[in-house]
């Protein structure tokens, strides 16, 4: 009998440390990474040939809105089909849990189509994503803007009150106590813009407590950028919490070319405290149809309109043009909405991208009708454009940046790493042909190179189509901590 029940062989191992990529032989037993040898050295009950490909840890997609995704869509294509075999999701402010309300609105649509899905606490909602068996795993953080819409109602241009802050905080210490494993803020969007930052901080004040990560959608990423850091840094150490700058970037053409401003700031104040960033790799954004976002853009695509049929994937201008009004108008008329902004440069993306700071995240928003391509494409293209193409970083440097440094920066144990003992979260790509399909046109297109995926030692991806195995798991505070400790 074999003594393995799979063996990965012939694989070039790229182990997630950054090492150089080194020959051998991959044995998983049950939902670990039982061996690594070799090659030719293993025996298992089943084998997968990995000749002439890299065998890499499944990739962390930190960034993104896959929370009850994971619900409706289990088998998760657009991730699996990357490489990924988990997702952070709760970011930018928004979470699914605990949410109090019945009604979900536009800000919420970002992340929940069907409103069963929301939960009132944290332990519900991962119970409910359990039950839907996902293909790859999930970790979780409370969005401070969800956590305002149930202490504030609508009632959120305004500052919150100590009794309100006191509810938000509750709910976030009872979120982490349940295995959330951090808070994410999203000041930029209208429904937090007016929360102070001694708000945040006072919420935020569980996670010191608990061991919780603190990630920040910053209240402004274009002229006041470098306000905004201090603004989160502050946070960040008044709540005793690490932190990760979502999306970084440098938004709108005045500030083009300021990442020689902001990669520093951040290099020095990594000296001081634990701070990290995650970067998508393209020089456009995408979130909710907003006006006051118009004049920063390039260029405007609209990603989805509930109120105008048939105007997903299109500029806004040619709409504008076509309705005989300005922009602005256009866009009012086709509200509620989402759009995709050119707001970045090239350069900047990459300077970001290369910083030690920087890890991977798509910031995918799963659900719009035209999607940003980040949503199937983040991964494969770093690797294959950014890595192998533009030689950006080596092709160790990007796994590592997609999978041990994003591990350790979120803490998920155990993962991120080809090493015996850990979680067989694995991914098995050609380095020669991986690259991203996904264009502004035609945003819903597997990757190319994307060989077979497995999450928890299950097949979650192969031969181009979710390969049926649903070995996903909620990754919760409470069990990443104990197995630390266990070492
Ligand atoms: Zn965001
Ligand atoms: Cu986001």
């Known amino acids: 009998m074999a003594e393995y029940d799979i063996v990965i062989r012939n694989g070039q191992v790229a182990d997630g440390t950054g090492k150089r990529l080194f020959a051998a032989d991959v044995a998983l037993k049950g939902d670990r990474i039982a061996a690594v040898e070799p090659p030719g050295t293993l025996k298992g009950a089943s084998e997968i ?3 002439g490909k890299v065998v890499a840890p499944g990739f962390i997609d930190v960034h993104t809105h896959d929370d009850t995704a994971l619900i409706d869509n289990p088998a998760m294509a657009m991730k699996a089909s990357q490489g ?11 979470s699914a849990a605990p949410y109090l309300n019945t009604e979900v609105g536009h800000w919420m649509s970002l992340i929940i189509k069907k409103k069963e899905n929301a939960s009132k606490d ?3 909602f991962a119970a409910k994503v359990e039950a839907a068996k996902p293909a790859i795993n999930g970790a979780f953080l409370i969005g401070h803007g969800t956590l305002r819409m149930n202490a504030m109602g609508d009632d959120l241009n305004r500052v919150a009150t100590a009794s309100e802050i006191k509810v938000m905080h509750d709910l976030l210490d009872q979120s982490l106590e349940q295995g959330a494993i951090g808070m994410s ?5 209208a429904v937090s813009n007016a929360a102070s930052t001694d708000e945040v901080a006072e919420v935020a004040a569980p996670l010191g407590k608990w061991g919780g990560v603190y990630t920040a959608h910053m209240r402004d ?7 905004a850091m201090d603004e989160t840094f502050e946070i960040g150490r008044r709540a005793g919490a690490e932190i990760i700058v979502s999306h970084h970037k440098c938004s709108g053409r005045s500030n083009f070319g300021r990442m020689v401003e902001t990669l520093p700031k951040f290099t020095d104040a990594m000296k001081q405290q634990q701070i990290a960033f995650d970067v998508y790799p393209y020089i456009a954004g995408s979130t909710i149809l907003r006006s006051d976002m118009l004049e920063r853009a390039d260029k405007v695509l609209i990603t989805w309109s509930d109120k105008v049929a048939g105007m997903s994937g299109r500029d806004l201008k040619d709409i504008a043009r076509e309705m005989g009004c300005s922009m602005k108008e256009a866009a009012d008329r086709l509200q509620p909405a989402g759009a995709i902004y050119f707001m970045m440069d090239e350069k900047d993306v990459q300077a970001a991208m290369a910083h030690p700071g920087a890890m991977i ?3 995918g928003i799963p659900f719009d009708a035209h ?3 980040r949503l199937w ?3 494969p293209r770093v690797l294959g454009h950014y890595s192998r193409d533009l030689k950006l970083f080596s092709l160790e440097d990007a796994v590592r940046r997609m999978t041990s440094y994003s591990a350790q920066r979120f803490h998920l144990t155990r993962r991120g790493e080809i090493k015996p003992g850990f979680y067989a979260d694995i991914c098995v790509f050609d380095p020669a042909t991986v690259i991203d399909t996904a264009t502004f046109e035609k945003p819903i297109s597997p990757a190319r190179g994307i060989d077979t995926v497995l999450c928890n030692g299950q097949v979650a991806w192969r031969d181009g189509k979710p390969g049926g195995g649903r070995g996903g798991r909620v990754l919760k505070r409470q069990d990443i901590q104990a197995e630390a400790k266990a070492g």
């Open 49 to 51: 040939d990995a000749t």
């Open 84 to 94: 990924v075999t988990t997702v952070v999701c709760g970011n930018c402010g928004v």
């Open 122 to 124: 944290f332990a519900g």
């Open 185 to 189: 803020s999203g000041l930029f969007y």
């Open 221 to 227: 990423e274009g002229d006041d950028i470098l306000k």
């Open 361 to 363: 995240g798509s910031d």
């Open 371 to 373: 999607p940003h391509p």
């Open 377 to 379: 494409g983040t991964f």
